[in-house]
């Protein structure tokens, strides 16, 4: 696998999807490789869910995909619910770097916090500048507080690989190692 920046990777996701549903499922790829890189969430992660296959297992009563696309599991047993929100950089309109998280999609996530179990933090992942002002603000006033991880803490994680293809086979890989390495508990 080539090492590469996460520019060159969101590029290449841009240029092969098929439609606006493909691109998000492809850059919750990206969110998956960043957090399992991740200085602040990376040695903590023991599995990372698509919603709908943690909904299910859990017999969750919101089973579609609400506003969180991933539950992520730690290793001492907590849950973090994560927002991806990708921007196409092939799209009309202003660059992806500049986009902002906006309130709407701080405020379904504060929304959907009750359903889920005690304790679990909340996350957006953005390949954007992080909450625009309004989210800010929201953000600031609610007793829900939803943590972002930018574009810039994305690429801070480290280098991606530089295709989609090699992305999918790096997350299953990383994946299945960090299952394989999970001791139950006695």
């Keep these: 696998m080539a ?6 990777l969101l590029l290449d996701i841009a240029a092969n999807f098929k439609n606006r549903s493909a691109f998000g499922v492809d850059v919750e790829e990206a969110v998956q490789w960043a ?9 903590t992660i023991a599995r990372i869910h698509r919603w709908e296959t943690w909904a299910k297992a859990t017999h969750h009563p919101l089973p579609q995909d609400l506003g969180i696309d991933l539950m992520v599991e730690l290793y001492d047993g907590s849950l973090i619910a994560v927002q991806s929100k990708g921007y196409d950089a092939h799209r009309a309109g202003t660059s992806p770097e500049k ?19 005690a304790g679990t933090q909340l ?11 309004n989210a800010a603000a929201f953000n600031t006033a609610s007793r ?7 574009r810039q803490q994305m690429r801070d994680t480290g280098t991606f690989p ?4 090699e992305l999918i086979e790096a997350v299953r890989a990383e ?7 999970i001791i139950p508990a006695a």
Aim: no cysteine; charged share 20%.
């Design 3 to 8: 090492s590469h920046s996460l520019d060159t």
């Design 35 to 43: 957090l399992l890189q991740s200085p602040r969430w990376g040695q």
């Design 99 to 117: 986009k902002t998280v906006d309130v709407a999609t701080v405020m379904k996530l504060v929304g959907l916090h009750p359903t889920l179990p």
């Design 123 to 133: 996350l957006v992942v953005t390949t954007g500048r992080g909450f625009g002002r």
């Design 144 to 150: 829900t507080k939803v943590i972002v991880m930018d």
């Design 162 to 165: 530089v295709t989609l293809s």
């Design 175 to 181: 994946k299945l190692r960090r299952r394989d390495a």
